[in-house]
């Protein structure tokens, strides 16, 4: 890979772009997770890996700074620290958004704000997301970038995220929806699997009709009797 300056200078840009989310969701959420006693297990470990994650990333951009002597290995590395600091901003900004929905809300109301809150994630459960933040991170917190034994803490994280149970069951995550029809005519909704067709007049198959066969025959009107039919010739 190579080692030029303007690639070292992408993946510095790109790890300040991260590092500063990492940073907003420590200050703005991590504390205030970590002291509601009542919000499922999944968060507080979840604001514990963002620290653990912050703190690495931090480490990772000292060693591109302008005085360190830096590796081979590190050189070779700027394409790939970038690519991995690019993918870590969006869910990190859904972490965020997540704690936010929990963060001083009452008992009764959180489930359903953090259940409104993850249709705007992806439809994804916070464990879920921290656990593809931590696999992705994964690429990049080797040797020599981090100390062994942060390679190792990582490997104890991803497990004890891939054990949690869900902090939103499945009949949970289902969508809700509003339909507002404000003009004429028909408005359509599918609710089921499969394709959704619409024809004006005619036959309409809906529902799993999978292995059926339909015999289709078109209306036949009769022929208009022409004015000169059963008329013998004139000469």
Request: proline share 4%; net charge negative.
């Amino acid at each position: 890979m190579s080692s030029n300056p303007r690639e070292k200078q992408r993946a510095i840009n790109a790890l300040d772009d991260v590092i500063r989310l990492f940073k907003r969701a420590t200050t703005d959420y991590c504390d205030k997770i970590q002291k509601q006693s009542d919000l499922h297990q999944a968060f507080p470990i979840v604001a514990k890996n963002i620290s653990f994650l912050r703190e690495i990333l931090e480490r990772i951009y000292s060693l591109l700074g302008p005085d360190a002597e830096e590796p081979q290995e590190v050189k070779e590395r700027y394409a790939q620290i970038k690519f991995v600091a690019d993918e870590l901003c969006k869910p990190i900004k859904y972490i965020a958004d997540l704690f936010e929905s929990v963060c001083d809300v009452k008992a009764e109301n959180r489930t359903s704000a953090y259940r409104k809150a993850t249709r705007q994630c992806g439809n994804k459960r916070i464990e879920k997301i921290m656990l593809e933040v931590l696999e992705r991170a994964a690429e990049i917190i080797v040797t020599p970038l981090v100390d062994a034994d942060q390679v190792k803490q990582l490997q104890l994280e991803i497990e004890q995220i891939k054990n949690l149970p869900s902090s939103l069951e499945e009949d949970e995550m289902v969508a809700s929806f509003t339909m507002n029809n404000y003009g004429s005519g028909t408005q359509l909704h599918h609710g089921g699997k499969g394709n959704q067709n619409h024809c004006n007049g005619g036959f309409m198959v809906t529902g799993d009709n999978s292995g059926a066969t339909y015999n289709m025959v078109p209306d036949r009107e009769p022929k208009e009797k022409k004015a000169d039919e059963g008329k013998w010739d004139e000469y």
